[in-house]
């Protein structure tokens, strides 16, 4: 009787993992025992609100709610978790509303926050600046209306940052009292926001981590220990790649990208692009860019991808691009560039679709550079014109009978008439 009342409770009370994830479960949401430590329970059709009762697991250092159906507003009383153990804050996927409390104290354990793909609004907390152990940041697909919260710069640990598709604004600058910028950035994404004015050039300069090359590269992702088990948590995050929207599960710490497309910025593009030699995304594509592409360029060695279409950039595209080796991926289409298209190693291999919208010539396009066959007729009206002017084969047949015939008569016609004058001319002769 002792063993059928205790032995099911016990376990349970003791619990320091609960991994519920990538089921069916339906219903809200389960509460764990004030000891756990873990819990996940993403990937499934779970419905109501985050329950406040979650806030007082203060042993928890994950919390994955994340692809549910859950609704209403984020607690506020999550700062108390914020403020003791917690690591991993993962809501991303559901239909959560409102601002973003601040839940973040000062002193924070948060290494990794995902409050993306909800319907987020309002501004984005400033106490996120007290999460000075932070790594990856993404707010993206939310509806937040703000200017760009450069005082995040200060976070030394940050390495994903993330607000694509909302509603940010403004011009971009760096405030003179914040030193620290972002020096451990390797992936940032604008894109599908409001920004306008210059490309930030002055970040070019500070992003330090995108001037590296990685000999041993390994994935980004995060550690919880439970009950002195250290597991793995690896960053994720969807972005635009090659001209399609990818899921990366698993990030390498050598893979650097920029991407502020789809946005307002005008302006040349800086030549201080240059120094972020450890790219292997830029995409700087529809926006208001105007001028030439630098053709500095050239040094992005590891570019595997660069995005610069419908922009306003003019000029040509510069023979330094050739030298870019691991370029998989080129698109300038639907901009006014004019002139030869470079040719050799990887621009042998990309497509019409790469260049379309232009007024540049050279292989692959149909367009030869100093092709005077284009200001030749074409030959079908050549052949037209000829058809009217000349006669056809059947025509050239009863010329043929008619000139002989004509010449038949002709020769009979003029001996006939050579004899008759000649009698005519003699008998004159004679009188």
């Known amino acids: ?18 991994d519920l994830s990538h089921n069916m479960l339906h219903g809200e949401i389960l509460m764990p025992p004030p000891t756990t430590e873990y819990f996940s329970v993403s990937n499934n059709n779970l419905t109501g609100g985050i329950p406040p ?6 042993s928890l250092q994950l919390l994955d709610l994340s692809f549910n159906n859950i609704i209403g507003s984020i607690p506020p009383c999550l700062e108390k978790l914020s403020n003791s153990s917690l690591t991993v804050l993962n809501l991303r996927g559901n239909t959560l509303h409102g601002t973003i409390p601040k839940i973040f104290a000062n002193g924070s354990m948060l290494q990794f926050i995902d409050l993306s793909e909800n319907i987020l609004e309002g501004q984005v907390p400033r106490s996120l ?35 694509r598709f909302n509603k940010f604004h403004g011009i971009i600058r760096i405030p003179s009292k914040i030193k620290v910028n972002f020096p451990a950035l390797g992936i ?34 995060t550690y919880v220990d439970v009950a002195e088990i250290y597991r793995p948590i690896s960053f994720s995050v969807q972005m635009t790649s090659k001209g399609v929207k990818l899921e990366y599960v698993k990030i390498l710490n050598a893979f650097f990208a920029v991407d502020f497309s789809s946005n307002m910025f005008s302006g040349k593009i800086p030549e201080f692009v240059k120094t972020l030699t450890g790219l292997q ?10 001028g030439v592409i630098p053709p500095s360029m050239g040094n992005l060695i590891r570019l595997e991808a660069l995005d610069l279409s419908s922009n306003k950039l003019s000029g040509m595209i510069p023979q330094d691009l050739v030298q870019l080796n691991f370029l998989a991926f080129l698109n300038v289409s639907n901009n006014n560039l004019t002139g030869p298209i470079p040719q050799g190693k990887q621009f042998n291999t990309f497509s019409n679709d790469s260049y379309m919208g232009n007024a540049l010539c050279g292989f692959p396009l149909s367009k030869k550079c100093g092709d005077l066959e284009a200001s030749k007729p074409p030959k079908a009206s050549f052949e037209e014109d000829t058809e009217s002017d000349f006669p056809n084969g ?22 006939y008439l050579s004899t008759k004058y000649y009698k005519w001319f003699s008998q004159r002769s004679r009188r």
């Open 394 to 415: 059947i025509d050239w047949v009863v010329i043929l009978i008619g000139a002989v015939t004509g010449l038949v008569i002709g020769l009979v016609c003029g001996d």
């Open 53 to 58: 009762s979650i806030c007082d697991l203060l």
């Open 1 to 18: 009787m002792g063993f059928e009342q205790h032995s099911p409770v016990a376990p349970w009370v003791s619990l320091q993992t609960l």
């Open 129 to 163: 600046e007290d999460c000075k152990s932070l790594r990856f940041l993404d707010l993206g697909y939310n509806f937040i209306e703000d200017l760009f919260p450069s005082w995040l710069g200060v976070l030394s640990e940050l390495q994903v940052f993330i607000l």
């Open 281 to 290: 995304l830029l995409n700087l594509s529809n926006n208001e860019l105007s």
């Open 188 to 221: 940032i994404d604008l894109s599908y926001n409001s920004f306008y004015g210059d490309l930030p050039h002055q970040y070019f300069l500070e992003w330090l981590a995108m001037k590296e090359t990685k000999a041993n590269a390994n994935y980004m992702e």
